[in-house]
């Protein structure tokens, strides 16, 4: 069965520092892969996706993430955080249909 | 270019009453999709319109949710009776096509709470 796993519920990281969120997925073939953010009160938006090829995905916003076949793994990445990235972030895995994560909530300290 | 529009933004009833939600995709995307958020959870995909057609409602449940998107542009999701497990973000998005290849936009959601 497809299914995506985000090991973190909360995560907290000062200002300036890096930031990785974790995502594995089980999914029957190459997926296609997504991470989504939702600040309060907003809709979701797209940070990156992974189709094919190069499997550093470069983002909005100065995030990336890298797909490990090996690993079933598509974990989120940014060398320094800015207070505004404060929000619930979501792994999603899909191709016809999206399957979503149950999200992490990522909190900045100033 | 404007963005997925839904309304009301919150909505308070009790149970068994009645509920719609209304969501206008981005102009020009022929595909529709809403999702239900729970708290503390990934938004569900309950149901999937290609223009006018819904293409995927497996996750609909049909006792008592209902939608339509007439001449395939905006579209309703109506609950009734409404139960208190109902409770939650209801999330309109759109993409031009069908398919994950497509960038799915979403909109704010509408905050439902049922008393």
């Known amino acids: 069965a497809q299914s995506v796993t985000q090991p973190d519920i909360h995560i907290t990281v000062s200002e300036g520092a890096s930031l990785e969120l974790r995502c594995n997925y089980s999914y029957g073939a190459t997926p296609y892969l997504f991470w989504y953010v939702q600040s309060p009160g907003q809709g979701l938006q797209l940070l990156l996706k992974y189709f094919s090829g190069d499997t550093l995905v470069q983002g909005i916003k100065g995030f990336e993430a890298e797909f490990k076949r090996s690993q079933s793994s598509f974990n989120l990445r940014k060398p320094s955080v800015h207070w505004s990235d404060a929000a619930e972030y979501f792994c999603?895995?899909?191709?016809?249909?999206?399957?979503f994560g149950k999200g992490t909530r990522l909190h900045i300290l100033p | 270019e404007a963005g997925v529009v839904q309304s009301p933004r919150y909505k308070i009833i009790e149970k068994k009453q009645p509920v719609a939600f209304w969501c206008n995709p981005i102009?020009?995307?022929?595909?529709l999709y809403w999702y239900l958020q729970n708290l503390g959870q990934g938004p569900e995909l309950l149901i999937r319109y290609e223009n006018e057609e819904a293409v995927d409602d497996s996750q609909l449940p049909k006792d008592r949710f209902s939608a339509e998107r007439l001449k395939g542009v905006d579209s309703t999701l109506k609950i009734q009776p409404a139960e208190l497990g109902d409770s939650a973000v209801y999330l309109c998005?759109?993409?031009?096509?069908?398919?994950?290849?497509?960038?799915?936009?979403f909109g704010p959601g509408t905050r439902l709470t049922v008393l």
């Open positions: 102009s020009g995307h022929n595909t």
């Open positions: 999603a895995v899909g191709d016809d249909k999206i399957i």
């Open positions: 998005a759109s993409s031009l096509r069908q398919g994950s290849a497509d960038t799915q936009y």
